[in-house]
T-cell receptor, first 110, second 118 residues
Framework: QKEVEQNSGPLSVPEGAIASLNCTYSDRVSQSFFWYRQYSGKSPELIMSIYSNGDKEDGRFTAQLNKASQYVSLLIRDSQPSDSATYLCAVTTGFQKLVFGTGTRLLVSP | GAVVSQHPSRVICKSGTSVKIECRSLDFQATTMFWYRQFPKQSLMLMATSNEGSKATYEQGVEKDKFLINHASLTLSTLTVTSAHPEDSSFYIC??????????????FGPGTRLTVL
């Protein structure tokens, strides 16, 4: 079982819709959870971090964490074509390192 | 967020040569930096953790004699790919951990270096 799992997609949504990205992780001791956005040929950009159960909102982005289910998600409201990218879920290990999922490719059509 | 730079952004070299990649934290001091490698359509794989003033910690399967890491100051870490071969061609990305307390594990990435070995 992979440590961090994501659906590779692509996830296609129309402009203005809500995009929902999901991630599960296997290590129960993980304490920190991150969403990174990566455009093709570029390095990852941190867009959200979440450390406790529940929701965390930042502009059009909402991260949701459920440690009991070992599940973290990212919602993007009012999706824009510029949101089209690969979204990487990352989770810390017990050794304070980040483990990345393989990413979900999001396509927002005008 | 914190700004991390990398140089060069792209390098093409012949097989057998060595390539040095620099990673700098521009507006903060980074006691810990990380080096990742990403192959096409794959996720980031951690190669090593670079700690200022001490030896780097390499992940399993990463040859420390081939990928030399030096973290001589709080703002600079270097990765040297020695005797590069075509299979070393990849996208190399560094990151720095800047937070304290609850945000301790946030990492900010440099723009990456695309290495092509002919």
């Amino acid at each position: 079982q992979k440590e961090v799992e994501q659906n590779s997609g692509p996830l296609s949504v129309p402009e203005g819709a809500i995009a929902s990205l999901n991630c599960t992780y296997s290590d129960r001791v993980s304490q920190s959870f991150f969403w990174y956005r990566q455009y093709s040929g570029k390095s990852p950009e941190l867009i959200m971090s979440i450390y406790s159960n529940g929701d965390k909102e930042d502009g059009r982005f909402t991260a949701q964490l459920n440690k009991a289910s070992q599940y973290v998600s990212l919602l993007i409201r009012d999706s824009q074509p510029s949101d089209s990218a690969t979204y990487l879920c990352a989770v810390t290990t017990g050794f304070q390192k980040l483990v990345f999922g393989t990413g979900t490719r999001l396509l927002v059509s005008p | 967020g914190a700004v991390v730079s990398q140089h060069p952004s792209r390098v093409i070299c012949k097989s057998g040569t060595s390539v040095k990649i620099e990673c700098r934290s521009l507006d903060f001091q980074a006691t810990t930096m990380f080096w990742y490698r990403q192959f096409p359509k794959q996720s980031l794989m951690l190669m090593a953790t670079s700690n200022e003033g001490s030896k780097a910690t390499y992940e399993q399967g990463v040859e420390k004699d081939k990928f030399l890491i030096n973290h001589a100051s709080l703002t600079l870490s270097t990765l040297t790919v020695t005797s590069a071969h075509p299979e070393d061609s990849s996208f190399y990305i560094c990151s720095a951990r800047v937070g304290t307390g609850g945000s301790y594990n946030e990492q900010f990435f440099g723009p990456g270096t695309r290495l092509t070995v002919l």
